[in-house]
C-alpha cells in the first residue's frame, strides 16, 4: 500500500506505507531494510539535458566509491513533466551490525521545474524486482 507524502519543499510523492521517513532541509528518505527512496531538492538555473546527464552526472556517480554500474540513461515523460532517468547497480552501504554490503539496483530520476532540480532515488537489493513500485513512485511525483 501506498501514501502521499506532501514536502514542505515543494512537491508530493506516494511512498510505500510504514517505511521509516527521514528529512533534511534539501529532501526527505525513505528506507525499509535496503529498500530506500529518496528525494533532494537543489536550485538549479536551467534544466538539465541528457548529454549533461550521460557526460558529467553519470561519472559523478561512478566515482561514489560504490563499484557503480550504469546500465542506460533515457529521457522518459511522467505526469509532471519529462525526466531524465539514469539506471544503475551499486554497492550498499555497509550494514552496523555484520559490516558487509549487498549489491543493489537503482533508478535515479531528475524532475526540473522553474529553477529547481528534483533527483528522486530509488533503490532495492538487486533481483528484487520493484520495477513496477518504482514507476508508480516515479509517475506519481507532482510539483506544488
Given amino acids: 500500500m501506498f501514501i502521499e507524502y ?13 517505511w521509516a521517513r527521514r528529512e533534511t532541509k534539501s529532501g526527505v528518505t525513505f528506507s ?10 537543489e536550485e538549479h538555473v536551467e534544466p538539465l539535458t541528457i548529454a549533461v546527464v550521460k557526460n558529467e552526472l553519470t561519472a559523478q556517480l561512478e566515482m561514489s566509491g560504490k563499484a557503480v554500474r550504469i546500465s542506460g540513461v533515457t529521457l522518459t515523460s511522467v505526469p509532471s513533466g519529462p ?15 555484520t559490516n ?8 535515479r530520476y ?7 532540480l528534483t533527483t528522486l532515488t530509488l533503490s532495492a537489493p538487486y533481483g528484487a524486482d520493484d520495477a513496477d ?3 508508480l513512485m516515479a509517475k506519481s511525483f507532482r510539483w506544488l
Avoid at 531528475?110 to 529547481?116: D, N
Fill in 6 to 18: 506532501r514536502s514542505p519543499l515543494g512537491f508530493t510523492i506516494k511512498v510505500p506505507e510504514g
Fill in 133 to 135: 513500485q518504482w514507476l
Fill in 32 to 41: 525499509d531494510k535496503y529498500n530506500t527512496v529518496r528525494t533532494t531538492i
Fill in 100 to 107: 558487509k554490503a549487498i549489491r543493489l539496483e537503482n533508478e
Fill in 110 to 116: 531528475f524532475f526540473w521545474k522553474g529553477g529547481k
Fill in 83 to 97: 525526466a531524465i532517468v539514469i539506471s544503475y547497480a551499486s554497492n550498499s552501504d555497509a550494514n552496523p551490525v
